[in-house]
């Protein structure tokens, strides 16, 4: 069996993970971590009046690297903890978009993603990435979202 | 041969397509405008109605127009970069927009703008960043906000985020939340403004104090008419000046006050100011130089022929081109990020900035704030 975990690094992710190892412990499985690196910060560096475009570009970089080092770091403590060995994934791109990328890649069994607990904006906003990820993939994959605070 | 190679970057080819879908969206917009107009002084009901109480002229259908097609049809992914870089092509048309003013106007109108832009942008960035210390909103948070709400939105967040170090949530919901409002503040204003008879000069005086996002900013003006473009240009032209010592202030406020330096990102302060002045300005003053001097080989932006009459022609197409490029890269999507302590913050900046910018303006009146030209 095959399960894949979306890492983002925000609280509602860790408890994801938390569930996704306990359970590929339970049902040994093969669990895969995906973190996807976002560039849409950096489609603004050319506004009108923008200065210090390279400066700005370079530290987008800088803080995209360091999160997705720290969701790296953050999954295998978690591994080490519960002495369970499992992969790593980082993709760069649409978040909603690799995701689906990875799963038509890899055909896993099993998507486990976190989900914030949403106020009306938010339920309207796009940040409601489970949903969108329900309504592509269908009855094609199950998928658990595991609400955070 | 080889020379004339290097002036274009590599790979320039891909901003071709995206850039001539602006233009003919642009060309399209401006003859639509021209037809709705001619057939609103014939007379023609409809086309008063769309004219007159929609004011549907060339700036809403590029604008709405983009929307819509942004929005609603699948984008082909080959004009995205094309349509990114026809936005910066208003700034051009802002330079070129010098030859409308002589010195007199920048120093009247100029010095009312200076005052007015230097209260609202450093009243606002400082009680943005206070309030945020003492609500305990996150250093990087409260810096971009400050910034974006104070001076020129997105653009001041680009250039203070790398010097308060906000991380990539919270620039995603403070670039959301700028984008959200300047967009609400762009189409509501206009409709306000004439609601209440606002004349051009306070309508461009007070979009240039309140709309957050500066294209925005350029676009309703433009939207208003001639004179209220033409008084929004010269204190946003001031409004933005006062970037580089915002990001100064922020980096006072946040990181060398606090003795939070770290020392291996030593920040030299000359550097910042120079990095983050807007440079073009240098050229929008240029040509208002040049207009005031009064050389006869140049004339003059109403002597038919003359070479800044030229240029004069030249705008509206820098701005039109501009404006499909803005319309076509407001994303619906873009804007959904706003949210969180961002979206409080954006929306009661907004909201105050925009009453206080009307009171100011009405209490001021038109006289002080027209730009009458050569």
Same mark, same amino acid.
């Given at each position: 069996m095959k399960i894949l975990v979306c890492?983002?690094?925000?609280?509602?992710?860790?408890?994801?993970?938390?569930?996704?190892?306990?359970?590929? &412990?339970? &049902?040994?499985?093969?669990?895969?971590?995906?973190?996807?690196?976002?560039?849409?910060?950096?489609?603004?560096?050319? !506004?009108?009046?923008?200065?210090?475009?390279?400066?700005?570009?370079?530290?987008?970089?800088?803080?995209?690297?360091?999160?997705?080092?720290?969701?790296?770091?953050?999954?295998?403590?978690?591994?080490?903890?519960?002495?369970?060995?499992?992969?790593?994934?980082?993709?760069?791109?649409?978040?909603?978009? !690799?995701?689906?990328?990875?799963?038509?890649?890899?055909?896993?069994?099993?998507?486990?993603?976190?989900?914030?607990?949403?106020? &009306?904006?938010?339920?309207?906003?796009?940040?409601?990435?489970? &949903?969108?990820?329900?309504?592509?993939?269908?009855?094609?994959?199950?998928?658990?979202?595991?609400?955070?605070i | 041969m080889n020379k004339i190679k290097y002036l274009f970057a590599p790979d320039c080819g891909k901003y071709v397509p995206g850039f001539l879908f602006c233009l003919v969206f642009a060309y399209i917009g401006m003859n639509l405008d021209r037809l709705i107009a001619g057939h609103h002084n014939a007379g023609s009901d409809w086309a008063t109605f769309l004219y007159e109480s929609a004011q549907l002229n060339y700036v809403a259908i590029l604008l709405l127009g983009g929307i819509i097609i942004r929005n609603t049809l699948p984008i082909p992914k080959v004009l995205l970069p094309g349509i990114k870089i026809a936005r910066p092509i208003i700034k051009p048309g802002i330079i070129i927009l010098g030859v409308h003013y002589v010195w007199a106007d920048v120093v009247r109108v100029g010095s009312v703008g200076l005052l007015l832009t230097a209260v609202f942008i450093f009243g606002t960035a400082i009680i943005v960043m206070w309030f945020c210390k003492r609500w305990g909103v996150s250093d990087g948070l409260g810096g971009i906000m400050g910034a974006g709400t104070g001076v020129c939105g997105v653009s001041a967040i680009i250039a203070t985020s790398p010097v308060v170090r906000a991380n990539p949530i919270e620039m995603a919901y403070a670039i959301g939340t700028i984008l959200l409002f300047g967009t609400l503040m762009l189409f509501t204003m206009p409709y306000i403004g004439n609601s209440i008879s606002l004349s051009e000069s306070q309508f461009g005086a007070w979009s240039a104090l309140a709309i957050l996002n500066t294209a925005q900013l350029v676009a309703a003006a433009e939207w208003y008419g001639t004179e209220a473009l033409n008084t929004a240009v010269l204190i946003n032209v001031a409004r933005i000046m006062f970037l580089p010592l915002v990001v100064l202030f922020a980096l006072w406020f946040y990181v060398l006050r606090t003795g939070r330096q770290e020392s291996n990102r030593e920040i030299n302060k000359w550097h910042l100011v120079r990095d983050k002045f807007p440079i073009f300005i240098i050229g929008f003053f240029l040509f208002v130089l040049l207009n005031s001097m009064n050389i006869q080989s140049l004339g003059g932006p109403r002597i038919v022929g003359s070479p800044f009459w030229a240029m004069n022609a030249v705008y509206t197409w820098c701005f039109a081109i501009g404006f499909a490029g803005i319309g076509l890269s407001i994303s619906i999507e873009d804007m959904k990020k706003a949210g969180g302590t961002a979206f409080t913050i954006g929306m009661t900046a907004s909201l105050v900035k925009m009453v206080l910018g009307l009171i100011v303006v009405l209490a001021i009146g038109s006289q002080l704030l027209r730009v009458a030209g050569s």
């Open positions: 890492a983002d690094g925000e609280s509602h992710s860790t408890i994801a993970i938390k569930k996704a190892v306990s359970m590929g &412990l339970s &049902l040994t499985a093969e669990v895969t971590a995906l973190h996807v690196i976002d560039p849409w910060l950096k489609t603004f560096h050319d !506004e009108i009046y923008a200065q210090g475009r390279r400066q700005y570009l370079e530290y987008v970089e800088e803080c995209l690297e360091v999160n997705a080092e720290e969701a790296k770091r953050a999954f295998y403590l978690e591994c080490i903890a519960e002495g369970f060995n499992a992969n790593f994934k980082v993709r760069r791109g649409e978040p909603l978009v !690799e995701i689906l990328d990875e799963v038509s890649e890899t055909v896993p069994d099993l998507l486990i993603t976190g989900g914030k607990r949403l106020t &009306l904006w938010g339920r309207f906003g796009s940040g409601n990435l489970p &949903l969108q990820l329900q309504k592509k993939i269908g009855q094609a994959l199950p998928i658990i979202v595991v609400k955070g | -």
